[in-house]
């Protein structure tokens, strides 16, 4: 994957206000986390306890999930394994964003949204160099499984051995990944991280997300971000 300059330079008023924007971002967040280095920090992936089903339950441990989806429409189905999991919120978090910046009404909409729910079932689309092992992608029987609204089949399987969450934080620890999908969603969970509203929710320095392998770049404009489908609650501790 090449590498993406961060710090892009846009004409207009709203690229402007999008740079401001994203200085003060910035800026609190080296105040309040001492994120002093900014081109240092590894993406960090935490498992979380789910909450799913309807009516809505959270499960008992934390685990990393991993979305198998399988696409509709193909002579040959092909299966995509997703993994689902917390990405801690940071300059430095190598991650990526798209060149055109989001709304800011959007993101005022959505930082509304988490201080309500305090909650996020929503994650951003990521890709990544980041192969999950030939044993999280077997054909294990999946804990429950979804149908998408363009007819692909979303089978969920829940992670919840320790070792395994390493060996996959592992994987995705000094990897750089591109924002495909959510922009809003990753700059609206980062101005919530450093609003008051945050001051005491553990969950709110880390944004729910999915990653994909970039090996099956061809096949991302297929997927479907799993959204409204699994969620955690900014209340609970992060593991």
């Known amino acids: 994957m090449k590498s993406v300059t961060r710090r892009r330079f846009v004409s207009g008023y709203g690229a402007r206000e999008s740079d401001r924007r994203s200085e003060f971002v910035r800026d609190s967040f080296v105040s309040k ?14 498992p979380f306890r789910a909450l799913r089903g309807n009516p809505a339950f959270k499960e008992r441990r934390p685990g990393l999930w991993v979305d198998r989806q399988v696409l509709a429409g193909r ?22 964003l798209p060149e055109s910046p989001a709304s800011s009404d959007v993101i005022s909409k959505r930082v509304g949204a988490l201080v309500t729910a305090k909650a996020d079932s ?3 689309l990521l890709v990544a160099r980041a192969p999950l092992p030939a044993n999280f992608v077997s054909m294990r029987r999946p804990d429950f499984s979804v149908e998408g609204a363009g007819g692909t089949r979303h089978d969920f399987v829940r992670i919840n051995d320790y070792a395994q969450h390493v060996e996959l934080q592992g ?8 924002l495909r999908n959510g922009r809003e969603l990753w700059e609206a969970a980062q101005q919530f991280a450093v609003s008051p509203a945050a001051a005491k929710l553990p969950g709110a320095r ?11 770049s061809a096949e991302v404009s297929e997927l479907e971000t799993p959204r409204g489908i699994l969620g955690y609650s900014f209340e609970d501790p992060v593991y």
């Open 206 to 216: 880390f944004k729910l997300c999915a990653i994909v392998d970039e090996a099956f």
């Open 171 to 178: 994987l995705v620890k000094n990897v750089e990944a591109q």
């Open 75 to 96: 002579e040959h189905q092909g299966v995509v394994p997703l993994l689902i999991g917390l990405v801690r919120l940071s300059e430095s978090a190598g991650v990526d």
């Open 33 to 46: 986390f001492g994120l002093l280095d900014l081109q240092s920090a590894p993406m960090e992936l935490r």
């Open 122 to 124: 929503d994650p951003c």
